[in-house]
């Protein structure tokens, strides 16, 4: 595990994504101290543009930009990231379960996988809000991590399958250990890089679900949150009257969690896949690969 | 050519899932959506239609069995039910009118990225570890990540609102009339433009990703290596050798992508005004209007099941491997 976070600090995109999100999170959890004034609070006039007072200016409602986004940052993300959480612990145990046991508990597993993986995610995600009403951040939750758990439980699926019949595995299982102590203890720990590049593409996929559907008008209206935000944006016709800065702020933090994530993702999808690397890890990777195809022919 | 019997199965099982959700949906949520139905008619709530709507919602004394094999049947005959927002229009006429301008962008966003998408990511496998690599490949990840929310916003507000350069809302000049004139596919055209733009970041983005991987697993391959051995250029190779093998997994990813594609052109059908399925979704999803997102959810199901199936088809006709272990 040491060795791994070794290997995400030396790529500098890692660095520069996790710093990020770093950033993020500390602004929303240090959220009171960073705007103590109520984010629903009436404080300046309809659509102001940023000033030195409001730095982001203020909504068509007369509310703080800035307060929003801070206070916006916390839902969003923490529903971002339970939600992906979610979605992953999902997905690893239907591809876990799928792959170690195989036979008819793998077949039905697939076929639910591939299944729910063909369903349109958010048409379906919108007739199920539809008929809830507005939902709040946990029916969301919910509702995004049943519909798209089945990229992970493919992934994860086909990794256990390559592992379950490897040496370690097999005299696991001859010395008598429990179904449960070889999954979660001999074949789990070889499947961490793959369950992190899961973890982040879930958190990813699950903003911007939440986004879309909030955006949709389905969310909890007196909740601020940066998908609300654009909704009350595009209600009050911010584009048009060019009230820019009441959707360019929450826009900034999607963009800004994307950004770090996605850059956290293509660092774990070079350590999950070696062939992926590129820059001085690539290098190394060939190097490695020359070597053993040198001591292999050597040894011919 | 025949198909595997068990992605039959899958499609078979999907669609009875979407069936299932439509049906059971509605007669699980507490509160009953009928009665807002049938306020939402209005006056226009005859005795028949409300009739028509208990009997769709399970309003009905019936054992739920019968209901759902009347939905069933129902289902067959192509009768979605009526539109609560459109009545007394069925729920088909009014998806019918929508379907084709969906389909139309979609097509189009798709069509437009896999060219930009595929060409940059053979050339970023070709020089990996380059220049050119270091930057589109973070980049494309990126832009999966940006929800289409945010980027048909920006385009709108950029391209539509600051700067002027292409119509805003609809899917044509309304002054004009529907025609084979080159005036009408002009205008058609111009519309298209930033939904287009909206829909292509993440399409892009997921193509170059695919097509990144694929290219380099297939740069290894004996028949690249003979490519060269040939002397052939290496715009040769790179296209004619490695990047047509290296498709087929972008193909595959396109069918399972469309559902989010789906997704997308919705949110970008509403931020520009677009009439298609989108549109008529959130119109339909504000009005309350039931059967029209049932009859969406139904259709863009078959949609992108029917689009699997095609991969499947063309699959088995440009890879003969599959064929030969099929056999």
Redesign the interface.
Known sequence: MNSGIKLLLRQK?AVVGLVIVIALCLMALFAPIIAPNDPAARVGRSHQPPTIEHVMGTTKMGRDVFSQFVWGARSSLAVGFATGIFITVLGTLIGLAGGYFGGRIDNTLD??T???????????L???A???GTVGPIAIMTIIAFTSWPWGARMTRSQTLALRNREFVVAARMVGEPNWRIVFVEILPNLLPLIALNLVGSI?YA???Q??LE????GDPLNVTWGTM?YNA?NSSA??V?A?WD?AVP?AG??L???G???L??TF?EIA?P??R??PA??RWLRLNRLRMRSLEAGQ | MRLPLHRLAIYGVAFLFAIVVNFLVPRLMPGSPVDGMIAQLGPRATPAAIEAIKARFGVVEQPIWEQFFDYLKGLATLDLGVSVKYYPQTVVEVLGRSAGWTAFLVITAIVFSLCIGVTLGAVAAWRRGGRFDSFISPFSIMMIAVPPVVIAVATLFTFGVALRWFPVGYAYNPNLDPGLNFTFFGSVFLHVIMPVLTLSPYLIGEFQTTMRTSMISVLGEDYVTMGRAKGLSETAVMFGYAARNAMLPVLTNLALMLGAVFGGSIVTEIVFNYPGLGLTLYTASVARDYPVIQGQLLLMTLATLGANLLVDLIYGVIDPRIGETRA
Do not use: E
């Open positions: 995109k076929l639910l591939n299944a729910v993986l063909v369903i349109p995610n958010i048409p379906l919108i007739l199920l539809s008929f809830a990813i903003i911007v679900a986004t879309t955006y949709l008008g389905f654009l595009q584009i048009i060019g820019w959707i826009c999607i963009v969690v994307g950004l994530l996605s850059l993702n293509f999808d896949n062939q992926l590129s820059g690539l290098r």
